[in-house]
């Protein structure tokens, strides 16, 4: 069943932000508000970054998931 609330932290809107990052595995296709996956990424030791972008695990199924680095606070 296809949610659209973010994976993390179970809310639809997040300030102005909606739900935009989506896992690309399609037996997953969770999806994450960017900030909050970013967030989530970024403390875990298994995650790395590159330039603007931040590379880890998808918290449902474990694929590679990637995302954009957070330039302000949402």
């Given at each position: ?50 330039f603007?972008?931040m ?20």
């Amino acid at each position: 069943s296809f949610s659209i609330e973010c994976g993390i932290c179970y809310s639809y809107r997040l300030g102005t932000a909606i739900p935009d990052q989506v896992c690309n595995d399609p037996r997953c296709g969770q999806p994450f508000h960017q900030a909050c996956l970013y967030e989530w990424l970024r403390v875990l030791p298994s995650s790395r970054k590159s330039f603007s972008l931040m590379f880890g695990e998808c918290p449902y199924c474990s694929k590679p998931i990637t995302v954009k680095m957070v330039t302000q606070a949402v």
